[in-house]
């Protein structure tokens, strides 16, 4: 099985710092099912390939700990050392993984810089015929040219075999490349040649950040990519979809005039921090969740508080986390800090056995984001299953909005937003979610308070 990557993008022999692997050397690598041999049959200035020829020992398969199943003959007779697959995603991070990252210390603006590139493999089995190449590949913005092969040059009456020798060719960067191979050449085999539970949908959605909630065929790549497992392909669909979701809200936000930018004034989003951790440190907790944290401004300031030993921020955006990493400098922070802190990726509105075991709970502006079926499934999630001793929840008051001049009448302050509330709604909320699930809760203005029509945000403290 070779891979091969091809870029005449000048100086082309420049893919070696991309690929962390010199040109000038053969190097071989030991992985659990055999071996992946890096080396360059070109490198020059104008033109430059880098070949990973992987070489899978078949009898190591079958009497060592990756052992297939199946029947015996099929242990021996199979395709597997031949053809791309699982195998090949596996040597990809193992040996590419740096360029698969983006990492690069010598050219750090070149893994950052889309350039012409060409990967072919040979030989790539597409479970699906030479179409489903091209839905894969050209959403992606590659050019796909396949080469197929009968089933036996000898009997042309077989017909073809699910074989090809495949180049796709785009621009972009390297670290994207690799990981569109990473994720989709195992979704062509339709096999994998280890178990898939959920560590694979988290993979799955780290790996499919930016492309895969918008390609076409994502319902196809996620369930072959979890191999048929049902549970874990709804789970990933519908967190593609919120992912979709938000991303098209904020694309909307930054081409259209924001309404948020009523609400913009810096002051009223630290009053509400501001009250939120005020509630958080009264209750005495001393490990605290963000549900819903976004680019951690919150999280900054419980880190401030020495009684919050430990804090979790979740979400379900890729991008937000990035950002709150990077406000964070969470790769800076003394150790004994940065262990204070976990982020995680993942949706609210699943059982999440991660966000068990906390005192306290926030959730900041975040329930107005989902529509009635999300937010039931986010109350369990929150109330039943995580089940802090105190949850502190925010949310715009609807009766407000009239205060505003540039807010135009009926429209809420956010695009996503899918309710604004008055204060009798969230009450009437608050106090169900409360009684079905044996918390009490009391209500708290923030922001400049209307006699009338109140403050700008509500916010309930749920006390169990
Ligand atoms: N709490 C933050 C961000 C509020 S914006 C603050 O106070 O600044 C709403 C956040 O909720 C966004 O970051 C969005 O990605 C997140 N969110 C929306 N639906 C979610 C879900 N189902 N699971 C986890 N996070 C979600």
Not at 83 to 93: D, G, P
Not at 209 to 235: M, N, S
Not at 414 to 419: K, N, Q
Not at 426 to 434: G, I, K, S, T, Y
Request: glycine fraction near 6%; include cysteine; charged fraction near 25%.
């Amino acid at each position: 099985m070779l891979l091969s990557i091809t870029t005449e993008h000048p100086p082309a022999s420049d893919l070696g710092y991309l690929l962390h692997k010199h040109p000038d050397r053969l190097q071989s690598f030991d992985l659990s099912f055999g071996k992946a041999h890096v080396f360059y049959p070109e490198a020059d200035a104008d033109r430059c390939t880098a070949c990973l020829l992987l070489d899978i020992d078949p009898v190591g398969m079958v009497r060592g700990k990756n052992r297939s199943q199946g029947d015996l003959l099929a242990h021996y007779v199979n395709d597997r050392p031949y053809v791309a697959s699982s195998f090949l995603s596996v040597a990809i991070s193992q040996v590419l993984g740096s360029a698969m990252a983006g990492r690069c210390k010598d050219r750090p603006e070149l893994a950052e810089t889309s350039l012409p590139l060409a990967a072919r493999i040979d030989v790539l089995p597409v479970r699906g015929g030479e179409r489903f190449l091209h839905e894969l590949f050209e959403p992606l913005g590659y050019t796909v040219e396949a080469e197929g092969y009968p089933l036996d040059e000898q009997f042309p009456a077989w017909g073809d075999s699910p074989y090809y020798s495949v180049t796709i060719r785009g621009t972009t960067t390297l670290s994207q490349l690799l990981t569109h191979l990473y994720v989709l050449v195992p979704v062509f085999d339709n096999e994998k040649h280890y178990f898939v539970g959920e560590a694979e949908l988290e993979k799955l959605l780290a790996k499919g950040d930016g492309w895969l909630a918008a390609h076409p065929a994502k319902e196809q790549i996620t369930r072959r990519y979890l191999r048929h497992r049902y549970g874990l392909y709804r789970q990933a669909l519908s967190r593609l979809i919120d992912v979709e979701e938000l991303q098209a809200s904020s694309e909307e936000q930054d081409a259209a005039a924001d309404p948020e930018t009523v609400e913009r004034t810096e002051s009223l989003n630290d009053q509400r921090h501001g009250a939120v951790l005020a509630a958080l440190k009264a209750s005495g907790a001393r490990s605290v969740l963000d549900l819903g944290c976004g680019e951690g401004k919150l999280l900054r300031q419980l880190l401030q508080e020495k009684q919050f030993e430990q804090i979790v921020g979740i979400d379900v955006s890729i991008r937000s986390l990035e950002m709150a990493q990077k406000r964070l400098k969470l790769d800076r922070l003394p150790r004994h800090q940065a262990e204070r802190l976990k982020l995680l990726h993942g949706s609210l509105i699943y059982r999440d056995r991660r966000l068990e075991g906390y005192d306290a709970a926030a959730v900041v502006e975040v329930i107005e984001h989902l529509d009635p079926p999300r937010l039931s499934a986010l109350e369990r999630a929150v109330f039943e299953f995580a089940r802090p001793k105190t949850v502190v929840i925010t949310t715009p008051n609807q009766e407000y909005n009239i205060l505003w001049e540039s807010l135009p009448a009926g429209q809420f302050r956010h695009a996503d937003h899918r309710f604004e509330w008055t204060r009798a709604e969230f009450q009437a909320w608050a106090e169900r979610v409360a009684q079905s699930f044996g918390y009490t809760v009391r209500y708290l203005p923030v922001g400049p308070e209307d006699e009338k029509h109140g403050s700008p945000t509500q916010m309930g403290v749920f006390q169990l």
